[in-house]
């Protein structure tokens, strides 16, 4: 989908259902993605550390949390992690570090975690109200509900969407969106900052070259001085 396009595999089935299978369903998400929330975390605070970008894929947390999950290691591998055969086990590795990418998929998780959290405590009032559940949004109707957070269909005349609920999507959007630009804006400079250091260290050079040439003149030149009578 166009809003989360590297975590919808993620959030596929996630609804605010009132069944028993589609909490479970929602709850699985959410672990999976606050575990990768972390991993990205760890990857872009300190991008050298090996431990960081090497996960074994068999057994562990890692594996219930994000293995099993639908969608997990679909996030892992639009990330740049690959799977590998090490030492007779298995590892999923991430050879380059493209920071870009890592905090847009980030931001997507956050997005995500927001957007699930909304319809888990919508699904709550609606318990706490004893109303029944949307036909869009429940499970045990059959129908496979929409990848999160897509929008809903359109709501009837007579309920329209809270003017509050209007702005907390709109501000998920712009903050989205500002996201997307410092990382742009911020990998423009790297790129002018390389381009200058590239640029100063071919002017140095020359200089430097120049400068060692003339010592042993100024030298000699020196000595002759110092000789002449």
């Known amino acids: 989908m166009g809003d989360l396009p590297h975590t919808s595999a993620l959030w596929s089935g996630v609804g605010a259902g009132e069944s028993a299978e589609s909490r479970t369903r929602a ?23 090996l431990e960081y970008r090497r996960l074994r894929a068999t057994g562990g947390a890692f594996e219930r949390r994000v293995g099993r999950c639908t969608g997990g290691l679909a996030v892992l591998r639009a990330a740049g992690f690959e799977q590998q055969e090490l030492a007779g086990a298995s590892w999923w590795t991430l050879r380059e570090v493209n920071e870009p990418l890592l905090f847009a998929i980030r931001r997507e998780i956050d997005l995500g975690l927001a957007a699930s959290a909304r319809l888990q405590h919508e699904a709550a009032r609606r318990r706490a109200a004893g109303e029944a559940p949307d036909a869009c949004s429940s499970a045990a109707a059959g129908d496979t509900p929409s990848p999160l957070p897509s929008p809903a269909p359109a709501a009837p005349r007579h309920h329209r969407a809270a003017p509050a609920e209007v702005r907390a999507q709109y501000s998920l959007q712009v903050k989205a969106r500002a996201a997307v630009m410092r990382i742009a804006d911020r990998q423009a400079r790297q790129q002018q900052q390389q381009l200058g250091d590239a640029w100063r260290r071919k002017l140095l050079a020359p200089s430097l070259l120049h400068v060692l040439l003339l010592v042993p003149v100024l030298a000699a030149f020196l000595y002759a001085y110092a000789q002449s009578p």
């Open 27 to 49: 709850s699985e998400a959410v672990a999976c993605a606050q575990s990768l929330r972390t991993i990205l975390t760890n990857v872009l605070e300190q991008p050298s550390k």
